[in-house]
């Protein structure tokens, strides 16, 4: 528990709506952002809701250098619940504690921790259903990066080469600001086995694994979450799966020029690399509703390439504007 204010009362939301949205920040390093959301597909499933969400926050408290963004992807029947949860209590948690202005990362960790706690104490069935959380909080050219589960966040740098000024702007690299919550990986492995979970993949008729990793009770074939890290799920979370978020911070540069977060309905197919040449043309053209559209078109081209579902695509960009 935090030295936060006390949050209000949730309420769930009545719709759920899934659409462009655009908003320039007028100070800071945030030049403008967008996000989008799109439903994916089970087939024979016609009552399939989109689970994700998305947290937009600018200027928070009044505040023009401090920003907060995140991608929620939510799992399990009661997904779109906790998702929505997490979209409208954490910023008012975040806002209220009392650590923001003066130590932002300590600020983040608390909230995500309360959030968790009071996602255990509300209506919501929160057994075999969870979210991840990907999210960033900015303040003046400082960035902390919060991850929890495998969705996914990265920054794209335009790599100045003094030597060949010809050619300045034109290469791009991209830098990771989180990495995948899996199973497999070797520390969440050991805190899940000591826990006393197990992790398998599911198998076929001859025994072979198919598809990721997963957790399982020690004795029993439940719950086979995919991730190692969730908001939520509290079997899993009898078993070592936490909502502790990973953090790291990142010092903004002028070289800096945009930021993705996405679901993994974004990532599944699209590498990191790939997402930034996704954007680039948008960037260029200062569209960034465009960035978000052209992440959703080819993650769902990939997606029915691959497989006969596809997954919730949500992103939010953000175009910045770094000076030295």
Known sequence: MTDSEPVKKYEPEKTHKRKFSLQNVKKGVILKYSYKSKMGMIPGNPGKVNQDSYIAVSNIGGNPNLHFYAVCDGHGFFG????????????????????????????????????????????????????????????????????????????????????????????????????????DEPDESQRIMQCGGRIEAYQDDQGNPLGPARVWLRQQDLPGLAMSRSIGDAVANSVGVIPEPEILEFQLKPEDKFIVLGSDGVFEFISNEEAVKIVVPYWKMDDVEGACAGLEKEANLRWTKEEEVIDDITSVVLFLDVHK
């Open 80 to 183: 779109r619940d906790v998702s929505t949860f997490i979209k409208k209590v954490l910023p008012q948690i975040l806002e209220n504690d009392r650590n923001l202005q003066t130590n932002p990362r300590k600020a983040l960790n608390n909230a995500i921790l309360r959030v968790s706690q009071e996602l255990a104490y509300s209506d919501i069935d929160i057994n075999f259903s969870g979210t991840t959380l990907i999210s960033v909080l900015i303040k003046g050219t400082t960035m902390w990066c919060a991850n929890v589960g495998d969705s996914r966040a990265l920054i794209a740098r335009q790599v100045i080469d003094p030597n060949k000024p010809e050619n300045t702007g034109r290469h791009w690299m991209s830098i990771a600001l989180s990495r995948d919550h899996k199973p």
